[in-house]
């Protein structure tokens, strides 16, 4: 999938923060959104700004346990994801985080989780996020990444297949789903 000049800049100049300028959108409803990447563990400000926003999520706005539910949970969830070496990308809107994607080390691969604010998704939110996940990620050396995704989400089944992901492994419930960068 590409970008379009007007839909976005891609950087790599340092943030405040400790993270990576990653990109500069805007979504389908005209927001500016900023995209930033990080590697391992959040500076406090991030997790706590990202805890947050998923102590927001409803029970149907979670797949699969995830995000945890409670802010502690939460906190401990993105500590272990840091712990990992994992590589984050954090999708803020007037300085709040409105997405978060992740590619997390397994093995030879890496696992994909992405979420999105409820008021956000429709707008190409996921489609940036995971185009400046996948950017991120393979500037820094990631080459295959899997996901699993309940076959019910037909958004997020449609939104990785637009992205060459092939169904691998089909469960009851869920698909296994592979592609390279």
């Known amino acids: 999938m590409s970008k ?11 943030s405040t923060n400790g993270g990576v300028h990653v990109a500069a959108v805007t979504d389908g409803a ?8 990080y590697r391992g ?7 706590n700004a990202l805890a ?16 945890p539910m409670g802010l502690d949970a939460v906190r401990s969830w993105l500590e272990r994801l ?9 999708v ?3 300085d709040v985080p409105v997405a978060h994607a992740v590619l997390v080390p397994d093995g030879d691969a890496h696992e994909l989780a992405i979420f999105v604010q409820p008021e956000y998704q429709g707008a190409r939110v996921g489609t940036h996020t995971m185009e400046a996940l996948f950017d991120y990620g393979r500037e820094r050396g990631v080459e295959t990444v899997w996901l699993h995704v ?4 037909a958004p997020a089944v449609s939104l990785y297949q637009g992205y060459d992901f092939e169904i691998t492994d ?11 960068l």
Not at 4 to 14: K, L, P, R
Not at 30 to 37: E, H, N, P, S, V
């Open 92 to 94: 803020e809107h007037d």
């Open 30 to 37: 005209g927001r500016q959104l900023d995209i930033t990447g």
């Open 4 to 14: 379009s000049a007007s839909e976005s800049e891609i950087g790599t100049n340092s």
């Open 150 to 153: 309940e076959k019910s989400n």
């Open 52 to 67: 947050g926003m998923y102590g927001t999520f409803g029970f149907e706005d979670r797949a699969q346990g995830l995000p």
């Open 82 to 90: 840091g712990d990992s070496g994992a590589r984050h990308v954090l």
């Open 170 to 180: 089909e469960r009851p419930l869920e698909f296994e789903m592979v592609r390279d």
């Open 41 to 47: 563990v959040l500076p406090d400000g991030t997790a």
